[in-house]
């Protein structure tokens, strides 16, 4: 079958600021002298001090990765200092909150707000290398709380508010963090999620964290309970706060964030990225892809609890002096078309979200789109997990009226930002298809021995060369960041996605090649919910596994063994125990109770076989002469069939 391609509308490509021979240039000049094309796009950066020398990094040995590091800079001023000279009154940031209420905020505004922000860090002793944890819903406090740590020179850790308060004493013991930012409650649809509470039950679990303070924002004005000496209003702060306050000045390896992510083994990883290269990453990426204008209003509907969130919510459209739109809903409450109502409103130009949520949104019917007016839109793009050909032409067809171009982004908390998607007007599109690495990114598919596989083929994704957005290391944990990235194949790194490459070089991702599950965009590691099952002693041991979904790319479905008999609501308390350790996100889709798990001689669980009785595929069972114990297989089947 030929695939369909997509080239530019010609009004789009018009306007474009990269055409094909512009990326021809940008990849010759990446690959033929590359110290020059890296520290060109250094330039797309405010620094105190420029860096003159780009990359130097090495994937071997002990792995080291660094760019521009004679550079200075403080990320905050690329962010908001630069654009006072020229755009100070240009809206920053437009906020909507779930019920309609919205605020704007100039590129003035937004700066005196960080400032505040940065003086009540600096008045608690926040300085230059302390970890601040960032606990907040989606208000445009969350950006000015993160610009305000980069402007002290503090690593921001930004927790989301669905992990659960075991999630987050993990994650605020381990990365050290000293203050934290939290809210009363979230607004989530109907419900609200008690984020002071949970943050308080987080620092009880644990005396093994460093929080000393803990700073309230009021957005519900639910009652909540302050502790004296530890807890701080956020408000009255603010208002005795001067309005300016200097930035600190950073070397561009200096860590300007700490994000957590899953792996498939062991608990979460605390990926660490560095000030320069990762903001000379996020502006470039930015720009690029999503061909920046200095009119868009940008929407990127992710959390800023999430890398997307990170880069293209806040680091990459505001170095690049766009306006960002932060709204705090979901797609469809109070009703269906909430999110095409926001983007009418505000004539959003470029919108940017998940496969999960256009499936959704796609439910919904045509007819919901087309009662809103959407002729703001004039680029589209899509993040997180494979998208379909048919929810691509949907989102092409039916929300971009096929006007717009959709970019589909292919890149990991990992990689700082985005690594292979077409450029807009350059790259034609193909629905289903991440298209092409960007200029300098040198991706590679490997066997499973490691070998690099020419012209098409399919393989594991891995990249040969760094790239200035990379992340550096583990928090705390270099040796496991060699491990997981680098051992796969020497001199690479490894993503954990597997890809095929078309006869175009196009990049068809495939979906992980290692026990991590993707639900909804949320990249959880199988070892995080067995670990949390294990918690609970009325199970002796369990699996858990990602299966196709309709509306969550997948779904979680967990084989778990009673230790002894199955008893009623013996399911329950592994959900429970999972919602506890992990969070509400994690909850599964399926428990199956089974008497026994299929493992290989040397006691390897064989997921394999667990994601085909759980996906009902029975037919392709393939090799069962691994197992130590055949017999497990028809028991299980049997397990499941009962359980339905
Ligand atoms: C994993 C990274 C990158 C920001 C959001 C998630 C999957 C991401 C795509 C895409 C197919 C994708 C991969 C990747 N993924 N984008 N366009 N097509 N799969 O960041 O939580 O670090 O997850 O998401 O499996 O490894 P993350």
């Known amino acids: 079958m030929q695939d369909e391609i997509f080239h530019a509308p010609p009004a789009f490509a018009a306007q474009a600021a990269v055409d094909a021979d512009r990326r021809r ?116 406090d969350s950006v000015v709380a993160m610009l305000a740590c980069a402007r002290v020179g503090a690593v921001h850790v930004v ?31 109907a419900k609200r999620v008690p984020l002071k509470a949970m943050m308080d039950e987080a620092l009880a679990r644990t005396d093994a964290h460093a929080v000393r303070a803990l ?41 300007l964030f700490v994000l957590y992510t899953s792996g498939s083994t062991g608990k979460p990883k605390g990926m660490v990225h560095a000030t320069g290269g990762y903001m000379v990453w996020a502006a470039f990426t930015h720009d690029l892809v999503f061909d920046h204008r200095p009119d868009d209003v940008f929407w990127c509907t992710a959390d800023v609890a999430w890398i997307t969130g990170h880069s ?25 078309g909430r999110w095409w109502q926001v983007i009418a409103r505000h004539r959003v130009t470029t919108f940017y979200t998940a496969p999960t949520a256009i499936r959704a949104l796609m439910r919904e019917g045509d007819d919901v789109v087309a009662r809103h007016d959407l002729s703001s839109l004039r680029l589209l793009g899509s993040v997180g997990e494979p998208i379909s050909p048919d929810a691509w032409l949907w989102f092409h067809d039916v929300v971009g009226q096929g006007r717009c171009p959709v970019v589909d982004t292919w890149w990991q908390t990992e990689t700082g930002g985005i690594m292979i998607a077409p450029l807009p007007a350059s790259v034609p599109q ?17 066997t499973d021995k490691g070998a690099v596989i020419a012209g098409e083929g399919e393989g594991c ?33 490894f993503s954990g996605d597997g890809a095929r490459r078309d006869s175009d070089g196009y990049y068809w991702i495939t979906g ?82 089974v008497p026994d798990l299929p493992k290989t001689r040397s006691g390897k669980i064989v997921r394999r076989l667990l994601r085909k009785i759980a996906g009902h595929e029975l037919d392709g069972l393939g090799d069962l002469s691994t197992l130590a114990d055949p017999s497990v297989v028809d028991r299980l089947v049997d397990a499941v069939a009962r359980q339905g």
């Open 25 to 140: 240039l940008m990849e010759q000049a990446a690959s033929a002298r590359p110290e020059q094309f890296w520290l060109e796009q250094a330039g797309r950066i405010a620094w105190a001090s420029p860096p003159t020398i780009a990359s130097a990094s090495d994937f071997t040995g002990d792995v080291a990765i660094r760019w521009f590091a004679d550079g200075t800079l403080n990320a905050s001023i690329s962010c908001l200092d630069r654009h006072l000279a020229t755009r100070p009154d240009q809206v920053a940031l437009i906020w909507e909150g779930q019920d309609g209420q919205s605020e704007r905020l100039t590129y003035a505004a937004l700066h005196e707000r960080v400032c505040r922000m940065a003086n009540v860090l600096r008045t608690l002793g926040v300085g230059r290398g302390d970890r601040v944890a960032v606990h907040l819903p989606l208000v445009a």
């Open 512 to 593: 992980r090649v290692d026990d991590v599950i993707n639900v909804s965009g949320h990249r959880i590691g199988s070892a995080e919910i067995e670990d949390a099952v294990a918690t609970d002693h009325r199970f002796a041991e369990c699996a858990a596994v990602g299966i196709a979904h309709d509306l969550k790319g997948q779904g979680l479905v967990v084989f778990a063994v009673p230790r002894d008999g199955t008893a009623d609501g013996l399911a329950g308390h592994a959900t429970q125990a999972i919602v506890r350790v992990v969070g509400r996100y994690a909850a599964p889709e399926t428990i199956y109770l």
């Open 312 to 336: 293209y919510v806040v680091y990459g459209p505001l170095a690049n002096g766009g306006t960002i739109l932060l709204f705090e809903g979901l797609p469809s409450h109070p009703a269906p």
């Open 461 to 493: 994704l891995c990249m040969a060369q760094s790239w200035p957005g990379q992340a550096r290391t583990i928090w705390g944990d270099h040796a496991r960041f060699r491990q997981t990235y680098f051992s796969f194949a020497p001199g690479y790194y």
């Open 215 to 255: 700073l309230v924002l009021r957005v519900t004005g639910a009652e909540i309970v302050m502790q004296p000496g530890r807890d701080y209003a956020l408000a009255p702060l603010l208002a005795q706060a001067a309005a300016d306050c200097p930035a600190e000045t950073m070397s561009a390896e200096d860590p």
């Open 430 to 446: 193909k629905p289903g298809s991440a298209t092409l690495p960007l200029p300098g990114v040198h991706s590679v598919l490997l």
């Open 159 to 189: 927790l989301f508010g669905g992990f659960s308060a075991e999630a987050l004493a993990d994650r605020l013991a381990d990365s050290g963090a000293i203050v934290a930012i939290t809210a009363d409650e979230a607004r989530r649809g």
